[in-house]
Nanobody
Framework: QVQLVESGGGLVQAGGSLRLSCAASGRTFNIGAMGWFRQAPGKEREFVAASSRSTTSTYYADSVKGRFTISRDNAKNTVYLQMNSLKPEDTAVYYC????????????????????WGQGTQVTVSS
């Protein structure tokens, strides 16, 4: 089993920044992927970014490319999402996810491709 705990959400004004963290514990491996998704009220869960655990590659949704950065600290088994130039439309609950299967880090992954999920952290961007 793998446990994921997100932190770092909050309220920020448009144009501001937040950094989300996701600490993983349990049986994780040096392959697979860590990802971030978000879900706004009344909408489906949306892919934000993913990082391969075995390469340095990352992949982003077009809506966040150039503003968000996914990174990881392998020693701490933690993945981060640095969010800059935030917009009101970025408001959502943000979820961290872990995928056990190999991932190159070069393409989109749907929610169904991930095996474990965190509880989510709320990000609210005011205009």
């Amino acid at each position: 089993q793998v446990q994921l705990v997100e932190s770092g959400g909050g309220l920020v004004q448009a144009g501001g920044s937040l950094r989300l963290s996701c600490a993983a514990s349990g049986r994780t491996f040096n392959i697979g992927a860590m990802g971030w998704f978000r879900q706004a009220p009344g909408k489906e869960r949306e892919f934000v970014a993913a990082s391969s655990r075995s390469t340095t590659s990352t992949y982003y949704a077009d809506s966040v490319k150039g503003r968000f950065t996914i990174s990881r600290d392998n020693a701490k088994n933690t993945v981060y999402l640095q969010m800059n130039s935030l917009k009101p439309e970025d408001t959502a609950v943000y979820y961290c996810a872990y995928r056990q299967a190999f991932y190159t880090g070069t393409y989109y992954l749907p929610p169904s491709a991930f095996d474990y999920w965190g509880q989510g952290t709320q990000v609210t961007v005011s205009s």
